[in-house]
């Protein structure tokens, strides 16, 4: 159903792997019905945590992106490489500011 009728399409708290796979099974069953894989608007909703070189994140029944700035621009890049064009996100330090802050000056400006 997915396949054929909506303008977008969201995969939540995935790994890339596993977006690019659910991705494919999409555009299979798009092409096998007739409709253009690249007419879907890709999106992504997810979780951030940022943390220290060495550190290791908690663990949560459900992939959070997680790591020092440079490995979460590296894991949203292959979001980006495989298509996503609009991303929501849950910075996991809420209702502190820290991580939306780190987010948009050492994340955001590398996207563009």
Not at 25 to 49: K, N, W
Not at 75 to 91: C, T
């Amino acid at each position: 159903m997915v396949a054929k009728e909506p303008y977008s399409w969201t995969h939540d708290v995935g790994t890339a792997e596993e977006y690019g796979h659910k991705l494919q099974v999409l555009a299979d069953d798009g092409r096998e019905l007739g409709r253009d894989p690249h007419s879907i608007v890709h999106t992504y909703y997810g979780f951030v945590q940022f943390l220290d070189a060495h550190a290791e994140p908690e663990q949560r029944p459900f992939h959070v992106i997680a790591g020092t700035p440079d490995e979460v621009t590296r894991e949203l890049e292959a979001l980006i490489k495989l298509g996503v064009k609009h991303f929501q996100f849950r910075i996991l330090d809420f209702p502190k500011m820290d991580g939306l802050h780190t987010f948009i000056e050492r994340v955001l400006p590398r996207l563009r």
